[in-house]
């Protein structure tokens, strides 16, 4: 309801018509390594990361558009959002969209996507931190994603729209099974599949 909200307000607010993408990807960044205490993927994170920019368009089809949570340059802190999505953009030649405001502003992020003319129909993967996730999902039409543990990498969450319909229909995949698949396995894509100890 409350993306519904958010939509009127953005057409009374003269924005234009409202549509919506075709599919919204939505990842956490990959794992990070705590005893390091630095905002950078861990060695692993940056293997998962390598393995999805395989694994989304061999699975998935034509990658559209590449979003990522705000990168604070000052401070370097979340840097892993920006970085996982990097091999996707170097598979896919996509260049990647920074929401800059995300650390405040991740429901309206959500809530403009569904009408920003760049994403209209489009297939597009959103990289973001992972307490700010499910603000994100509710803001894109779907109240049910709960919260994300501080040590769960793996999901992958896939919001399909029909035309006109801003509630999507919800796949929620686990990515160590998606690794497993054959359309990853046998995936013809600039980047090798990497395994993840």
Known sequence: MRVLVLAAAFVLAGAPALGQPAEVILLRHGDKDRQRGD????????????????????CFGPIQRIGSYRLAVESE?????????????VATGLNIKMFTDSADGTPYDGAELLQAGWAQGKTVVLFWEHRRMPALAMALGWDGMGAIG??????????????????PDVIVSRESELFQQACFVNATSPLPAVPLP
Do not use: H
């Open 150 to 167: 501080k040590d769960d990498f793996d999901g992958l969450y896939r919001l399909r729209y029909t035309p006109g319909n801003f509630l």
């Open 39 to 58: 905002y950078n993927l861990s060695p692993r994170g940056f293997r998962r990361a390598i393995n999805l920019g395989r694994l989304l368009p061999a």
């Open 77 to 89: 802190k979340n840097a892993r959002s920006y970085q996982t999505a990097v091999p996707l953009a």
